[in-house]
T-cell receptor, first 112, second 115 residues
Framework: KQEVTQIPAALSVPEGENLVLNCSFT??????LQWFRQDPGKGLTSLLL?????REQTSGRLNASLDKSSGRSTLYIAASQPGDSATYLC???????????FGTGTSLTVIP | DAGITQSPRHKVTETGTPVTLRCHQT?????MYWYRQDPGHGLRLIHY???????DKGEVSDGYSVSRSKTEDFLLTLESATSSQTSVYFC??????????????FGPGTRLTVL
């Protein structure tokens, strides 16, 4: 069974700092990996999707990398802003393409 | 939000009563999913559907049933609610069919409390 772990569980940084969120998974046989953002009391919003054959994806100040062989992904946020405060979750898609396995998330607070 | 609505958004019920949650989409996407989110567990898949009347179990399906009689609606039923089913329930859709390129789009969630 795929296990997805996110470290740290919570992170607090001053505005403007660059930061890295980590995601690890136990089974490297994945189709893709996604990073989501969740604001309090809201649903999830997809940020980046990395196909299993790719190494990284970028969107604005966000960069996600994938090392499938080692079962790791990182989400890099450049020049953090208070509006980035949210919970960030990673999810991997299993072999069938229909089983999504989520981590428990990293709660990020960016202090003005 | 990819045209996904969930109803009700909040519900309080008593142990032993039946509960049905509804997910409605406006885009006619093939794949629909029900998750529950609990502290310390993240999101866990309950059931999913890959077409009308085509459904399959997820990781935590015990105590739940689903039905999909129309493309746009995916219903989650708790036949006899228990306190352990107190949770936030999210519906999601996946456009498909290119597995490696698809993402999921989530509804706003339903907060269910079973007393």
């Amino acid at each position: 069974k795929q296990e997805v772990t996110q470290i740290p569980a919570a992170l607090s940084v001053p505005e403007g700092e660059n930061l890295v969120l980590n995601c690890s998974f136990t089974d490297s046989a994945i189709y893709n990996l996604q990073w989501f953002r969740q604001d309090p009391g809201k649903g999830l919003t997809s940020l980046l999707l990395i196909q299993s054959s790719q190494r990284e994806q970028t969107s604005g100040r966000l960069n996600a990398s994938l090392d499938k062989s080692s079962g790791r992904s990182t989400l890099y946020i450049a020049a953090s802003q208070p509006g980035d405060s949210a919970t960030y979750l990673c999810a991997v898609t299993g072999n069938t393409g229909n089983q999504f396995y989520f981590g428990t998330g990293t709660s990020l607070t960016v202090i003005p | 939000d990819a045209g996904i609505t969930q109803s009700p958004r909040h519900k309080v019920t008593e142990t032993g009563t039946p509960v049905t949650l509804r997910c409605h989409q406006t885009e006619n996407h093939r794949y629909m999913y029900w998750y529950r989110q609990d502290p310390g567990h993240g999101l866990r898949l309950i059931h999913y559907s890959y077409g009308v009347k085509d459904t399959d179990k997820g990781e935590v399906s015990d105590g739940y049933s689903v039905s999909r009689s129309k493309t746009e609606d995916f219903l989650l039923t708790l036949e006899s609610a228990t306190s352990s089913q107190t949770s936030v329930y999210f519906c999601a859709i996946k456009p498909g069919p290119q597995l490696s390129l698809d993402t999921q789009y989530f509804g706003p969630g339903t907060r269910l409390t079973v007393l």
